[in-house]
């Protein structure tokens, strides 16, 4: 099938494969050790550091890496709400987030954090109005994601942190669909914390970061040796030296990507001939994610489109078989969730696949629409 799943992860660039290879080979050094090997392998660390860093306008100091976002999410909210001296108690996100964010949330809430979820609006964005009604002094963290993984709407993240701000809360952004996509500022931004991952940038999977600015306290999630500034854990260098040549190439060629996103998204929505509909804002988003939906159609489309490795929601919602929550949250139906699909593409797709799998659309749309006609 063709491969238009870049939302559930993407294509190794084979420019970070070839600079992870000697780190998984002959430059196996531990870098914490205090020897040739270890220096070797502490150089290609911080150079890689440094690189994630340059893509958020960070000091190099305020990253530390991590097993993805799974785990920079679970640290960011866990870390900020059993941190020594955390006197606030509530969170505050949207709908829309990931179930990474949201479980951890829920957990917290079980052990005597508050919980404050915000509604989004149609199309995917959150109503400042309605955030800033949910905040209060009493706030520790406002978390917000910088692009949704299942309809790619990107929010207003300098207008979320200034609201954050402005009751004195932390603002954590689970960046792992945003991050070498859009461009992100954490000073022009005013993100505290931010979530990031190497696959969704095509990076190698298992390997992230948490950024950190300077003088926010969190403690840790992992104890032990204290590796990364209390992240503890040997780090997997030829992992990192991956995601840093993933930031590096990320950041030449962020604008191209775009256009060439953008391009393949025009096509596919001018090659489309039966009646859809976008999911989410079309203007506010990163536009190699495109999530549609069929009036008239109710049926889990999916299941009809074996040529195509595509999902209806989440990767993980294709797990659970649960309706998309995200989707539910923009008003659709539980059945018109399960009929929607969310097609992922970028810097390796071409329009050759892209008109292929509108044709694919197309004639599994109209067969149903005339099955029921
Ligand atoms: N947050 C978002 C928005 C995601 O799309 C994902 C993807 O799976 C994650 C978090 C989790 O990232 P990881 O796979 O690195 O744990």
């Given at each position: 099938?063709?491969?238009?799943?870049?939302?559930?992860?993407?294509?190794?660039?084979?420019?970070?494969?070839?600079?992870?290879?000697?780190?998984?080979?002959?430059?196996?050094?531990?870098?914490?050790?205090?020897?040739?090997?270890?220096?070797?392998?502490?150089?290609?660390?911080?150079?890689?550091?440094?690189?994630?860093?340059?893509?958020?306008?960070?000091?190099?100091?305020?990253?530390?890496?991590?097993?993805?976002?799974?785990?920079?999410?679970?640290?960011?909210?866990?870390?900020?709400?059993?941190?020594?001296?955390?006197?606030?108690?509530?969170?505050?996100?949207?709908?829309?987030?990931?179930?990474?964010?949201?479980?951890?949330?829920?957990?917290?809430?079980?052990?005597?954090?508050?919980?404050?979820?915000?509604?989004?609006?149609?199309?995917?964005?959150?109503?400042?109005?309605?955030?800033?009604?949910?905040?209060?002094?009493?706030?520790?963290?406002?978390?917000?994601?910088?692009?949704?993984?299942?309809?790619?709407?990107?929010?207003?993240?300098?207008?979320?942190?200034?609201?954050?701000?402005?009751?004195?809360?932390?603002?954590?952004?689970?960046?792992?669909?945003?991050?070498?996509?859009?461009?992100?500022?954490?000073?022009?931004?005013?993100?505290?914390?931010?979530?990031?991952?190497?696959?969704?940038?095509?990076?190698?999977?298992?390997?992230?970061?948490?950024?950190?600015?300077?003088?926010?306290?969190?403690?840790?999630?992992?104890?032990?040796?204290?590796?990364?500034?209390?992240?503890?854990?040997?780090?997997?260098?030829?992992?990192?030296?991956?995601?840093?040549?993933?930031?590096?190439?990320?950041?030449?060629?962020?604008?191209?990507?775009?256009?060439?996103?953008?391009?393949?998204?025009?096509?596919?929505l001018?090659?489309?001939?039966?009646?859809h509909q976008v999911n989410g804002s079309l203007?506010?988003?990163?536009?190699?994610?495109l999530s549609l939906s069929?009036?008239?159609?109710?049926?889990?489309?999916?299941?009809?489109?074996?040529?195509?490795?595509?999902?209806?929601?989440?990767?993980?919602?294709?797990?659970?078989?649960?309706?998309?929550?995200?989707?539910?949250?923009?008003?659709?139906?539980?059945?018109?969730?399960?009929?929607?699909?969310?097609?992922?593409?970028?810097?390796?797709?071409?329009?050759?696949?892209?008109?292929?799998?509108?044709?694919?659309?197309?004639?599994?749309?109209?067969?149903?629409?005339?099955?029921?006609?």
């Open positions: 099938p063709l491969y238009l799943d870049y939302g559930a992860t993407t294509p190794l660039d084979p420019a970070v494969a070839a600079a992870m290879e000697p780190w998984g080979i002959t430059g196996f050094g531990n870098p914490h050790s205090a020897h040739l090997w270890g220096y070797k392998a502490k150089a290609a660390v911080e150079a890689a550091r440094a690189h994630v860093a340059a893509l958020l306008n960070a000091p190099s100091e305020a990253i530390a890496f991590t097993s993805g976002a799974t785990e920079s999410n679970n640290w960011a909210l866990k870390g900020l709400l059993t941190a020594p001296g955390q006197t606030r108690r509530r969170i505050v996100t949207l709908a829309t987030e990931h179930s990474s964010v949201l479980e951890t949330a829920h957990y917290l809430a079980g052990i005597g954090a508050q919980l404050s979820i915000v509604p989004v609006r149609a199309d995917g964005l959150v109503d400042l109005g309605d955030l800033s009604r949910a905040l209060g002094e009493d706030v520790a963290l406002v978390s917000v994601m910088a692009v949704n993984n299942e309809i790619g709407v990107a929010q207003d993240l300098a207008a979320i942190g200034q609201l954050a701000h402005s009751v004195g809360a932390v603002f954590h952004v689970d960046a792992a669909q945003g991050f070498g996509k859009l461009p992100i500022d954490v000073e022009a931004m005013g993100i505290d914390l931010l979530s990031l991952t190497a696959h969704k940038c095509h990076g190698p999977k298992g390997v992230g970061a948490l950024y950190r600015r300077p003088f926010t306290s969190i403690t840790p999630l992992l104890h032990g040796g204290g590796q990364e500034d209390g992240r503890s854990g040997t780090l997997p260098t030829a992992l990192i030296v991956g995601l840093g040549e993933a930031a590096r190439i990320a950041a030449a060629r962020m604008a191209a990507d775009h256009a060439h996103a953008l391009a393949l998204r025009t096509a596919l001018a090659a489309l001939t039966v009646p203007d506010r988003r990163w536009p190699g994610n069929f009036p008239g159609v109710a049926v889990p489309l999916i299941q009809r489109l074996p040529g195509l490795a595509i999902s209806a929601g989440s990767a993980c919602a294709a797990v659970t078989g649960r309706a998309s929550h995200v989707l539910t949250a923009l008003g659709l139906s539980e059945p018109q969730a399960k009929a929607s699909l969310r097609l992922g593409f970028g810097r390796f797709t071409t329009l050759a696949e892209i008109d292929a799998a509108a044709a694919q659309i197309n004639a599994v749309v109209a067969a149903h629409l005339a099955e029921f006609a």
